[in-house]
């Protein structure tokens, strides 16, 4: 392999239809949102995963901005939500006026410590959000219980997580983003089924579903006009303009015909890494996959001891044309953070933002590429 080879992080896989369904699209003239592609999207998901109502959105910002909309947040309610996520889970919630409360992450995950929540409680309370990290289940019957014990709100946080699973104590398999009252799903280019952009909102209890629509139609009764149940719609509720185009929802929809394609080259690609990594790695965390979780296979890090560690592997790996990435800065260090609530001291997400990696992961990643990546990583560390 040529020493200026470039191996990007991310590179976005093309099934082949995407151009074709695109063009079906224009040539039925009808490219704004809410089109026959948007509906196949929506029904895919809707009889594959059981969520309950599905639409799609501009993005999973769009999706966790409805869903702050729909339970109602008003200022000075507070959510409880992981620190080390993306900023976006925060700031949905923080533009409506909650104070946001963060939850430390588990020592063995960088999910949400599921046993630190109740503590953190108070009357002022709305909801939870708990973010599935790499498209690993949190423990839901912890969430879910003290959610039905407080009079709670349940938002997942679902951006990792298409196609992915959580079993509870009941022996019941269940797909993320359909526990929880609301869910939010990310198609960006990043994700294991892509769109661009593109996101898509769950609505998974009966009490939220007819709102929901009016909000992601700006705030007006539109679909309700044009399934004939109004002789004329009306601005009703606040809402935004939500819904993605129908040239998003086409370039989806080739991406879900091949869920199963990617779904395996994936979890191939996570198990090259781990096979070739689990013998020689010494001091260094692997992926944790908990026993009420799947795997789909979303990314594949390491945790290293210190900082140090993590920048000598990423300095090895770009010598050889390999980029390696660290992920997120956790939320309640951010200076808007600390200029509103002070000083919180959460030692595992500390931790996480300075000593994770995440490697390489795309459909196209080549087995001879993990090998070098692996071997590259493994001749670095073993000194450590």
């Keep these: 392999m040529k020493k200026n080879t470039k191996i990007p992080f991310n590179k976005p896989y093309l099934t082949g239809n995407e151009l074709k369904y695109i063009s079906q699209a224009i040539e039925g003239g009808k490219i704004s949102g809410g089109g026959s592609f948007t509906k196949k999207c929506q029904k895919f998901f809707q009889n594959r995963y059981d969520f309950g109502k599905c639409l799609l959105t501009t993005s999973c910002t769009d999706a966790l901005e409805m869903a702050a909309i729909l339970i109602n947040i008003q200022p000075g309610d507070e959510v409880i939500m992981p620190s080390y996520t993306f900023v976006s ?162 370039f989806l929809w080739a991406q879900l015909e091949n869920l199963e394609k990617i779904q395996s080259r994936r979890l191939q690609i996570w198990h090259s890494y781990y096979d070739m990594l689990k013998l020689q790695v010494k001091n260094i965390r692997l992926p944790l996959i908990p026993d009420f979780a799947t795997n789909n296979a979303h990314m594949f890090y390491l945790v290293f001891n210190e900082p140090g560690q993590r920048d000598l592997v990423i300095e090895s790996l770009k010598s050889k044309g390999i980029l390696a990435v660290f992920h997120y800065q956790s939320l309640h260090e951010s200076p808007f953070y600390k200029d509103k609530s002070g000083t919180v001291k959460l030692n595992n997400s500390e931790k996480y933002t300075d000593c994770l990696l995440r490697l390489p992961f795309f459909y196209e990643l080549e087995n001879k590429t993990i090998k070098l990546i692996s071997e590259t990583i493994n001749e670095t560390i073993k000194d450590i």
């Design 89 to 250: 889970t925060a700031n949905a919630f923080v533009l409506r006026g909650a104070k946001i409360i963060f939850v430390d992450s588990r020592e063995d995950h960088p999910g949400m410590d599921e046993t630190l929540i109740e503590m953190l409680i108070t009357s002022r309370t709305k909801a939870i959000v708990p973010v599935h990290y790499a498209g690993v289940a949190c423990d839901m019957d912890i969430i879910m219980g003290l959610a039905q014990q407080y009079n709670l709100l349940v938002i997942e946080d679902a951006a990792h997580s298409i196609d992915s699973f959580y079993t509870g104590k009941d022996g019941v398999k269940k797909a993320l983003g359909s526990i929880g009252h609301l869910a939010a799903f990310s198609f960006h280019e990043t994700k294991n089924v892509i769109s661009g952009e593109g996101g898509m909102l769950a609505i998974n209890d009966a009490r939220f579903m007819e709102r929901a629509e009016i909000i992601w139609e700006k705030g007006t009764n539109r679909s309700a006009f044009f399934r004939g149940e109004v002789d004329k719609y009306n601005w009703v509720d606040i809402g935004s303009s939500f819904l993605p185009s129908e040239l998003t929802a086409a």
